[in-house]
């Protein structure tokens, strides 16, 4: 019997509760900036449309984490997926933008064919498209069905998350909308995916077996290291920071992996644990990835570039955009005590509980998964070197980067309130687990109130009695201690006779921007140490006039897209094979197209005994 | 008196599978139309009914006269030439109508099992005068070909709807008529405007036109 007047049309749980406040926070800056962003970019008819399109977005994700009901999460999905698309599209005179739609709208569609069939199998046992039937339906459930539909709805949100091979649209749809949409889409709509997995798999399907978190697992590790190594080769900074949001996509999926392997394991205290973590990593990146989407984008309105090895020397003409971008770049390569700190800390806590508290091959297992997390970490700082130093430091590399201004109060409010809450959410990591676990335990249907999360007003302790400690105030009270101290010690020691040069000058002069030091030089070594993955290779061209006397020499250095070229690629020509193939069933002659017509209404004829 | 009738209409529709050129073509159609009206006019004698009698009189203004009318006018305008260009010639165009008679007869006989012999030979009709419409829209090239296969399988429909349900709605009746009517309206200048553009009706040679 179809369930025509759902009883729950809207949920308002606490995970519900807490997704919303996600896509709050940042869509309120993202708003703010979009004023000062759009103005003189666009036609005001354009900006009117951006407006419009931006409002329905922001309300088909809060329709998405709040919805009681399978048809409108769908159609909540689709609606986002759609106006997602529209503002990637924003820019209809670039080549690039159609592409990067294009790609993104089918991928996107693929993903939510799975959804729908993994929804449609549910529904087969439930009889309701509510979700607390489909739950109830779900506890009777043979268990290869379960692993069926879990199969499903880890590929369709799998898609919109980004985990490799899934992410092949990230890296090109996020960069070409405009800024603040792309902090949206990054900081906020690919965590509405987590948002699925956690409600559909986590809470409604039940996690039934061990696989399933190793599964998940094994994805956000390759997630992990895949968007970081993409990332530090990257020279295009708003590709760079899509490549970031895979990665962080896989860290956040870590904590949730962790605590499905945990609950099939009958741990639930680690499991509220760890899923704890991973939300607290999800709302962090959503903080600091909006946050240097919008410095990117603020970048990007100065100069009118995106591409890094162009830039250089912005800290003196945009000091504001530069802090701000480099506060959220030590968020997000996790130093203390910002916030991106406190919640990798505390997935790195939930892999030692958890190596400590199994048996066998599994602790090995975990152990390694948290060294790959400690590497990620490593080469996410080091990609944001990269990312602050090529951008910001050094001289200018191009007049694009010697004609940039600040930019306007509008862009810098929004900026200016994301920055603050990276700090804000690192000092006041106490008060926030508090509220985390909670949407945790709710999420997972465990009853909280008798667990121990151990937090008194400074310290926070995740494990009771081994004594570790974190307390983010005091870490930071230390460093600002610290600071202080050095920052006197060199004031008091310093030469007193100060010689002026040039950046970078080495005490020579006449050194231009040619001389400084690039982005592709920088990552060069890591292209070395991964060249198993990247496959590089160059092409070097020498134009001589003797063999003395070299003209001009170019150097050019590509790596391969390992996953696009023997994984989409293959398919893709597969596709239009067939396509073609298919072609010649349509002439054009509509002699021909009522032919068909006409035979299919002779044989329904002839065969109607068998139908 | 209604066998003989639709009798007649079977062999109209044969005349028109036949039809080499386009005046025959319409004048088939006539034909076939102004039997349809001589047998909704006896059903509305026989059944005392006042919509039927309506049909009736609207079958003949619109089918018998004013389409077969501007039918006329149209090609008489474009001057086309009047071959019909046959895909399949007439003799096999016949032979395939004959096996569409026996194919919708079984197909009739095999729906109402238990109906009465002439309800079963009247949906038969029906079915073939469908066939026919759309084996006329399939093998013939001119674009006029087109037009009069549609309005027979709108009369193999009405023939249909009027002797096995007792006729459609009467509102519904009329719409449709109009329906017909108007379609027939904008095919007619359509084709016209076709043979202004490429100077022949020739839909075959249209194939270009796709993307």
Redesign the interface.
Known sequence: MLDLLPKHIFLSDPLSLFFLFVIFIVSLPSAIYSFGYLKGEYPLKKIILSWFLLAIFILSMAAVVTAGNVLVFLVAWEMMSLASYFLVVFDTTHERSIKAGTIYVVMTQIGAAFLIAAFMIMYSYARSFDLFALKNACLAMPAQTKNIIFVSLLIGFGTKAGIVPLHIWLPYAHPQAPSHISSIMSGVMIKTAIYGIIRFVMFILGVSAAWWGVLVLILAVISCLVGVIYALMEHDIKKLLAYHSVENIGIILLGVGLAMFFTSQGLPYLAVFSLMAGLYHLVNHAIFKGLLFLCAGSVYKATGTRDIEKLGGLIKTMPYTAAYFLLGAMAISALPPLNGFVSEWLTLQAFFLGALNVIGGTKLFLGFCAVMLALTSGLAAACFVKAFGITFLAGPRSHYAKEAKEVSLSMKAGMFFLSLLTIVFGLAATMIIRYLTRAAGSAMDIDISHMQFSLNNITLNPQAGKSIYLSPPLLALVLLVLGITGLVIFCAWRRKRSVRHNTWDCGYYRLDARNEYTATAFSKPFRIAFSFFLLPYRKTQKIRESFYHVRSFTYETHTIQVFKKYLYDPVLVLVFRSAKSMRRL??????LY??Y??IT??LL??F??WF | MQGIILFTVLASTYLMVIAKRMPALIRGFRFQSFCLFALTLIMAFSEHRLDLYIIAVLLFVLKVSLIPHFLYRTIRRIRANENLGL?INPQLSLIWAMAFTY??WI?AA?LAVFGQAILIGVMAIAFFII?AG??L???R?SALA?IIGLLVMENGLFMLASTVSGGMPFFVEIAIFFDVFMSVLIMGIFVFRINKLFTHID??K?????G
């Open positions: 349509q002439p054009g002659s509509i002699h009522l032919m017509i006409f209404i002779i004829i002839v109607m005994r | 895909f194919l919708s197909f095999r066939l759309m084996f829209m399939m093998s090239m087109q839909v075959n249209l194939s270009r036109l796709k």
